[in-house]
């Protein structure tokens, strides 16, 4: 249960926001006036609008973030943990930071949104963890609706040398994904640049940033095809864009017409990289989640 913050008014006549934002002097006003949009800041009991005018004897209640609920959460999620980082699997439907990137200068100001991976970790860090780590530690990121493998740094020095993996395209991503349509060519590779065009939507593009991902198909059934796929380059929406442009969009993906599912079916099976200490070979793997499984035996079942 989240633990609330009580105070009573005493001084003039004042705008509940401004008011709020004194005692909360980490977290900028628009984080403010959201969580009194949300009804966790209330007055007397009451959800009220951001500018309502305190006056004397008034009670103040905040809903501040517990941690009681995440610490339990982050080890349900942990598939391994040294000094150095840790592996979890994400969950279907789980930000992995705040939309605003106002976190990365405050991070309290993680706790003031949805629940998300960020406010996860910080809440109740795994052992070892440097808070102070920009990010929170994170060296690349998952969709909100796409679920499996992530690596997480634990300090600073361990946090570059991975993103430097990354940008070297050392680290070595598979993921599994369900595609509207049965793709004809058992494997292949697309290689078409993407980038955001008019309206922000990121789409293929000859004026885009190169972009390729190698495929290889599992099954075919039913009209809809579970395919491997294994990007060569990190660009947003990547394999997205791709299979969508391949004209075998992925099953529930709303953006790039997809048919309609309980969520985006695309799951990050596997991480590959070396050690950048040692040099040893790591493999972390995740089954797809039983969402996955159901979903595909709902779409290739035998219609009557």
Known sequence: MAEKKKIVFDGYSRRLDIFVCDELEKFPRSLIQRLIKDGKVTVNGKAVKPSWPLT???TVEIEMPSN????????DLLIYDDEDFFVIVKPAGMLVHPQSPIWETNPEAAFSFEETLV?????NPPKGFDMSTPRAGLVHRLDRETSGVMLVAKNAIFQNCMTELFAQREVRKTYHSIACGEIPDDEGVID???GRVAGGKIKASDLGREAVTEYKVLERKNGFTRVQLHPVTGRTNQLRVHLSWLGYPVLGDWLYKGATAPRLMLHSRQVEFKHPYTGKKLKFEAPVPPDFTAAWENVTQTKK
């Open 56 to 58: 004397p004897g008034e």
């Open 68 to 75: 009681q609920k995440t610490a339990a959460f982050l080890k």
């Open 119 to 123: 406010s996860v970790i910080l809440a």
């Open 192 to 194: 078409v640049p993407i």
